[in-house]
């Protein structure tokens, strides 16, 4: 079955440093997302990517962040300088319209954990 | 682990029982519904859903069922077995289908 893929599966970096997180969405869909996740809270929207332009994002999403597809197969996000409390897990979605509607079933991948220190 | 921020509500289920997870929203327009299986270290995992112009709708052990007057969607799953236990939360679209709230969770225990 395909799967959503995303590496590294943890990534520790230092204050202030830039970080890129990749995730390799389901090959035929055409909308990719990005959540996060704090420990022990709800997962948090933070972007939606189609057509290569954002098409929504959310107040968590400001000048520090960024999505990119650079090819046909990779969707990442960038933090250009990251703070302590970027520290979360970090899910890459992607979903396609199903036949007959507009509701789009979302697969997420396993995650990111990044840690700022 | 202990939980930073938001407290989880916990729900423990004997084995073979039917369980029952709540989900309020405040949106009134808000017109598509997922619930969401999240297992530790893993990302959330879709259920089941449920549009707006429906108040019931059933898979396989699943159901929802959407209350909108009062604002309100369940998640049953009926004989609850050990590979339920996670963590469910409800996740809603309103105003285009490209943003999502989630909920903020229920970790579902399952005592054998």
């Known amino acids: 079955e395909p799967e959503v893929t995303q590496t590294p599966s943890h990534q520790v970096t230092q204050m202030g440093q830039e970080v890129i997180l990749r995730c390799v969405p389901i090959s035929n869909h055409l909308y990719f997302y990005w959540y996060r996740q704090i420990l022990g809270q709800k997962v948090e929207f933070l972007v939606s990517f189609y057509n290569n332009e954002i098409s929504e994002k959310s107040e968590i999403f400001d000048d520090q962040f960024s999505v990119e597809r650079p090819d046909g197969s990779n969707f990442t996000l960038k933090i250009r300088s990251t703070k302590l409390e970027d520290s979360a897990m970090y899910f890459c979605?992607?979903?396609?319209?199903?036949?007959?509607?507009?509701?789009?079933?979302?697969?997420f991948g396993p995650g990111t954990r990044l840690t700022v220190t | 682990g202990e939980s930073v921020g938001l407290h989880l509500p916990t729900l423990s289920v004997q084995e073979g029982d039917n369980s029952i997870i709540n989900c309020a929203y405040s949106?009134?327009?808000?017109?598509?519904f997922i619930w969401y299986k999240q297992e530790s270290g893993k990302g959330p995992q879709f259920i089941i859903d449920?549009?707006?112009?429906?108040d019931k709708r059933q898979g396989q052990r699943v159901t929802v069922l959407l209350n909108k007057t009062v604002k309100h969607l369940s998640l049953q799953i009926a004989a609850t077995q050990p590979g339920d236990s996670a963590v469910y939360f409800c996740?809603?679209?309103?105003?285009?289908?490209?943003?999502?709230?989630f909920g903020t969770g229920t970790k579902l225990q399952v005592i054998p």
């Open positions: 996740a809603v679209f309103s105003g285009g289908y490209q943003k999502v709230t």
């Open positions: 949106n009134s327009a808000s017109d598509y």
């Open positions: 449920i549009r707006s112009n429906m």
């Open positions: 979605a992607s979903s396609t319209p199903t036949a007959g509607g507009n509701y789009y079933e979302q697969y």
